[in-house]
C-alpha cells in the first residue's frame, strides 16, 4: 500500500484564487511529520511546510497553510491568493518514526502538478 | 548558513559508461545525506542514506552505490549504467530527523 497519496495528478486554478491539494498518509507509527515541498521546472526541490503528528494547530507559512485531519490521514495543502509563480509541481512527503531516531527517511508521493493561469 | 552543492547539473552518457555524481554540504557537521531519484513524471524514490562516514545504507537493490567518504560529501556512483539509470538525481541533507535541504539536482541521461 502507498504510505502518501496525491490522488490529483493536476490542478487548474486561476491567479489570485485559493487552492486545496490533497495528500492521504497511512502509518502506524504515534510519532511522524508531514512535509510539502515545490518542484518548479528547473528542478529544485523547496520546502513549504511542516505539520508534526502531536502539533494541535495547523501548520502555517505565509500563503501556504496545511490542514491536517490526522483522524481521516489527511494532511492537505492550501494556498491562499495563488500566483503566477506558484505554477509547479507539489509534492507531499512524511516522516515516520521518532525525532530521536537520528535521521529520517522521507517517503513521498507522486506529486500534483499546479498550473495557475491569469 | 548552510548550503548543498550537487554536480554537474546535467549528464549525457552512454550505456556501460561509469557513473559518479558527488554532492557536498557547508555550513553543518555530521549532517545526515540522502540520495533520492525522479524517474520522468514520478515522485521521489529514496536511493541511498547515510549517518556518518563510512555508513551506507541502501532502500533499493540495483545497479548504483554510494559512498560518503568524508562527513559532508556524499557520492553516488556506477560501474556499468543502463538505460534505466536515466533520471533527475537529488542529493538532500537533514540534521537529525528534521526535514531536508535538497541539492539543485542531476538530470542524467543515459543513451
Known amino acids: 500500500a502507498q504510505k502518501i497519496t496525491q490522488t490529483q495528478p493536476g490542478m487548474f486554478v486561476q491567479e489570485k484564487e485559493a487552492v486545496t491539494l490533497d495528500c492521504t498518509y497511512d502509518?502506524?507509527?504515534?510519532?511522524?511529520?508531514l512535509f510539502w515541498y515545490k518542484q518548479p521546472s528547473s528542478g529544485e526541490m523547496i520546502f513549504l511546510i511542516y505539520?508534526?503528528?502531536?502539533?494541535?494547530q495547523n501548520a502555517t507559512e505565509g500563503r501556504y497553510s496545511l490542514n491536517f485531519q490526522k483522524a481521516r490521514k489527511s494532511a492537505n495543502l492550501v494556498i491562499s491568493a495563488s500566483q503566477l509563480g506558484d505554477s509547479a509541481m507539489y509534492f507531499c512527503?512524511?516522516?515516520?518514526?521518532?525525532?530521536?531516531?537520528?535521521?529520517?527517511?522521507?517517503?513521498f508521493g507522486k506529486g500534483t502538478m499546479l498550473l495557475v493561469s491569469p | 548558513s548552510q548550503t548543498i552543492h550537487q554536480w554537474p547539473a546535467t549528464l549525457v552518457q552512454p550505456v556501460g559508461s561509469p557513473l559518479s555524481l558527488e554532492c557536498t554540504v557547508e555550513?553543518?557537521?555530521?549532517?545526515?545525506l540522502y540520495w533520492y531519484r525522479q524517474a520522468a513524471g514520478r515522485g521521489l524514490q529514496l536511493l541511498f542514506y547515510s549517518v556518518g562516514i563510512g555508513q551506507i545504507s541502501s532502500e533499493v537493490p540495483q545497479n548504483l552505490s554510494a559512498s560518503r567518504p568524508q562527513d559532508r560529501q556524499f557520492i553516488l556512483s556506477s560501474k556499468k549504467l543502463l538505460l534505466s539509470d536515466s533520471g533527475f538525481y537529488l542529493c538532500?541533507?537533514?540534521?537529525?530527523?528534521?526535514?531536508?535541504?535538497f541539492g539543485s539536482g542531476t538530470r542524467l541521461t543515459v543513451v
Open positions: 538532500a541533507w537533514s540534521r537529525g530527523a528534521g526535514g531536508y535541504t
Open positions: 505539520q508534526g503528528s502531536y502539533d494541535e
Open positions: 502509518t502506524s507509527d504515534q510519532s511522524y511529520g
Open positions: 512527503a512524511m516522516r515516520e518514526g521518532t525525532m530521536n531516531s537520528g535521521y529520517s527517511t522521507l517517503t
Open positions: 555550513g553543518t557537521s555530521n549532517p545526515n
